[in-house]
């Protein structure tokens, strides 16, 4: 184990050399980001990435990002990018935002059980930028033991990882001392599965409200929402409801035609009857005559028992 300080322009040259070399012989380094330092293996080499998860005391369950210098990597190592990844890449790479991906099905590497996909990231660090650039993409994941807080100077991923690192870059304090935020693209809507020094407003200011899912499209035929079903499709253009609304003046005019068009029937006039000799009348007992009449009348009103039944109809049954 040794440390090199990479703060001193003197030895700035050796320190990074060193940690190629550790690299490129499967060792394991750690080295200064934006966020928090980190331990780092080559990508493509198994064993270190085993050796890095046992150095964390973590298992192959929890796969560490991959680290890269340069935007172009990107296409490289993922695939089917949703739309937005460019505009955050542009916009807040370097940074402290992880996105996990699609991995490119052709890579031979194993980074565990990432079930086809790479959580990638850039960081804003000169030191690791420029080690990125010699050593290509490498594994790193924060420079402490699993459950432990992460390590914001050199001293304390030393203090916790010792001797299983072969190389310790001292680039000072970690600017932001927080982890960064890892955002899961390889789903719709997009998720945050860790809040870190980027806010999802940070994100939505950046490619909008990517974490709500899309309204569905309506289906064809469709009326639009608030439209009347019962407007004719054949209205003329610029009118508003002309299949059922007519013009106070139509109106006058159908009625005075249809009262002069309708026929006058010319019915014989009931003859009249000749007035009929009979008994002389005697008077009569109008209250007696008003109960017979109402008794024999077909149209007297039913009493209450004879009508059907007029209660509430029950409402119809609707689903809860």
Request: aromatic share 2%; glycine share 8%; proline share 10%.
């Amino acid at each position: 184990m040794s440390v090199h300080d990479t703060q001193n322009p003197e030895s700035r040259e050796d320190a990074l050399a060193a940690a190629v070399d550790a690299v490129r012989g499967g060792g394991l380094i750690v080295l200064p980001t934006d966020t928090v330092y980190g331990i780092g293996a080559d990508a493509f080499t198994p064993q270190s990435v085993e050796a890095l998860l046992e150095a964390k005391g973590r298992g192959r369950d929890t796969p560490p990002p991959v680290l890269i210098g340069d935007h172009a990597v990107l296409m490289a190592l993922a695939t089917d990018l949703p739309d937005y990844v460019e505009d955050l890449t542009e916009e807040l790479w370097p940074g402290a935002l992880t996105i996990i991906l699609t991995a490119q099905p052709s890579l031979t590497w194993d980074l565990g059980e990432t079930r086809g996909t790479v959580a990638l990231r850039m960081p804003e660090d000169e030191t690791a930028l420029e080690l990125l650039r010699r050593t290509g993409p490498l594994a790193v994941s924060s420079a402490n033991r699993h459950g432990k807080p992460a390590a914001r100077t050199v001293l304390e991923a030393a203090t916790q990882l010792g001797d299983s690192v072969e190389i310790y870059l001292d680039g000072g304090d970690a600017p932001i001392g927080e982890s960064s935020t890892i955002l899961d693209a390889t789903v719709t809507p997009a998720e945050i599965v860790r809040e870190g020094a980027i806010t999802k407003q940070q994100i939505i200011d950046v490619v909008g409200d990517i974490f709500t899912a899309p309204e569905p499209e309506p289906e064809e035929g469709a009326a639009p929402e608030g439209a009347d079903p019962d407007a004719s499709e054949d209205a003329p253009e610029g009118s508003e409801d002309a299949a059922t609304t007519t013009p106070a003046d139509a109106v006058t005019d159908s009625a005075a035609a249809n009262e002069e068009a309708a026929p006058v029937l010319d019915l014989p006039s009931e003859p009249e009857l000749a007035a009929s000799p009979g008994p002389e009348e005697t008077p009569l007992d109008l209250s007696a005559a008003a109960e017979g009449d109402a008794a024999q009348d077909p149209v007297a009103p039913a009493r209450p028992e004879d009508r059907p039944d007029e209660g509430t109809a029950r409402p119809e049954h609707t689903p809860g």
